[in-house]
């Protein structure tokens, strides 16, 4: 789905070659700092040790405490339950930290905060898009068969609460 898309880099834990796909994608992004949505399990460890590992690909030198690049993983979800868990084997310039959108919209002020909603409305229907497997109202919210469908927080099994219905 996210290849349909346009996305250039997809890593999927459930493969195989997950940290070697990971590892290529963050030595031809450069990136170091990532958003994990699942909050708990292994992936923010995951993600750091292949950041270190893809920056100490270009080092110029050895240094036993890791790379000096700083490397972040902001944890904006929890779609795994479970304890947050990792292998410190990242080096010592790292950081884990929990991301919020409101908090974050209280503080980039008013002008921008004006240009992320006009950008959000703008690609409602493309960036932003969603697409639901059903929608229910309130009281089939509440319903048990419903709960079990919408707990299973899977990929592409969004469900709409309308509370018009």
Not at 2 to 13: E, N
Not at 60 to 80: M, P
Not at 87 to 92: L, T
Request: aromatic content about 10%; charged content about 20%.
């Amino acid at each position: 789905m996210l290849r349909q898309i346009g996305a250039r880099h997809v890593c999927s834990t459930e493969s195989a070659s997950f940290m070697q796909d990971l590892v290529d994608a963050l030595v031809a992004t450069g990136a170091t700092m990532a958003f994990d949505a699942t909050g708990g399990g292994k992936l923010a460890g995951q993600i750091l040790t292949a950041m270190e590992i893809a920056l100490n690909k270009t080092a110029k030198e050895y240094n036993r405490y890791g790379s000096t690049t700083h490397k972040q993983v902001y944890i904006y979800g929890g779609l795994e339950p479970g304890p947050t868990e990792f292998n410190r084997s990242f080096g010592m310039a790292w950081g884990m930290g929990g991301w919020l959108l409101f908090p974050f919209m209280q503080k980039v002020g008013s002008e921008k905060l004006q240009a992320l909603k006009q950008r959000v409305a703008r690609e409602l229907k493309t960036t932003f898009a969603s697409h639901y497997t059903r929608e229910v109202s309130l009281v089939q919210a509440l319903q048990l068969e419903t709960i079990g469908g919408y707990n299973k927080r899977a990929t592409g099994e969004k469900y709409l609460i309308d509370p018009s219905r």
